[in-house]
């Protein structure tokens, strides 16, 4: 693939759109103590900080 064709901006602001949506929708406020009760996950506490670092990381290595 050329470089030229890519357009890093764009790519950047799916990868940044896709996160924060999936932020939002997973929320309990929203729509995450539906998923968790369909998927049998217990909501209890705050979640491991060190997925929500790899989840930074991941981002930030795209």
Do not use: C, K
């Amino acid at each position: 693939m050329e470089s030229e064709a890519l357009n890093i901006p764009a790519v950047a602001a799916g990868a940044v759109a896709a996160f924060v949506l999936g932020w939002v929708i997973y929320h309990p406020r929203v729509l995450g103590t539906i998923w968790a009760n369909g998927s049998g996950v217990a909501l209890d506490g705050a979640p491991p900080i060190l997925a929500f670092v790899m989840q930074i990381l991941a981002l930030i290595s795209l």
